[in-house]
């Protein structure tokens, strides 16, 4: 087990995820069938007739989600491959265990750089579920990330918390 490879692994894994035809399928078959997909989750007026509209995986980004898989399969002492673990994030974005939100280029940006708070209403996906079935591979970092959004979910912290917009 060598922290470097993990990290070309699950790389590896996110690649042929984001280029898999099962992909690009899933994505059209959201902004067909989930009218709210179709409009930027932070500024609702702009929809996808606007500009182009992004989905951020969230409250778990892909990489973290390939090692959730990987880190749990090892503790079972699954056999993995980068395809088998690709494979399964698949499903689980097609049973809806995926945290995503959609947003404009700039929102999703700004979600990345940490500007913007995302509350736990505003995500389509079953993220719960995800974490509930791969004990083996949460992480504290990740415990304490989901902690934290239940926190400021609670507390209704505005998604503008630092005053960009």
Avoid: W
């Avoid at 959730?68 to 395809?83: G, V």
């Avoid at 509350?119 to 004990?135: D, L, R």
């Avoid at 926190?151 to 209704?156: F, G, H, K, R, V």
């Amino acid at each position: 087990f060598d922290e470097t490879n993990l990290k070309k692994f699950i790389k590896s894994v996110e690649r042929t995820v984001r280029s898999s035809r099962e992909y690009k399928k899933y994505i059209e078959n959201l902004r067909t069938n989930v009218h709210a997909l179709n409009y930027d989750t932070v500024m609702s007026n702009i929809s996808n007739t606007d500009t182009a509209l992004e989905f951020h995986h969230y409250p778990l980004s892909l990489y973290e989600i390939s090692e959730i898989l990987i880190l749990d399969h090892l503790a079972n002492k699954d056999n993995i491959t980068s395809f088998s673990i690709a494979k399964e994030i698949m499903e689980c974005h097609f049973k809806n265990k995926i945290g995503l939100v959609s947003l404009t280029k700039t929102n999703h940006e700004l979600a990345h750089d940490g500007a913007l708070f995302l509350h736990k209403n505003q995500i389509f996906g079953k993220y719960e579920e995800f974490i509930n079935e791969h004990p083996g591979g949460i992480s504290m970092d990740i415990r304490n990330k989901i902690n934290r959004l239940n926190e400021m979910s609670d507390a209704n912290v505005a998604t503008d918390f630092k005053g960009l917009l």
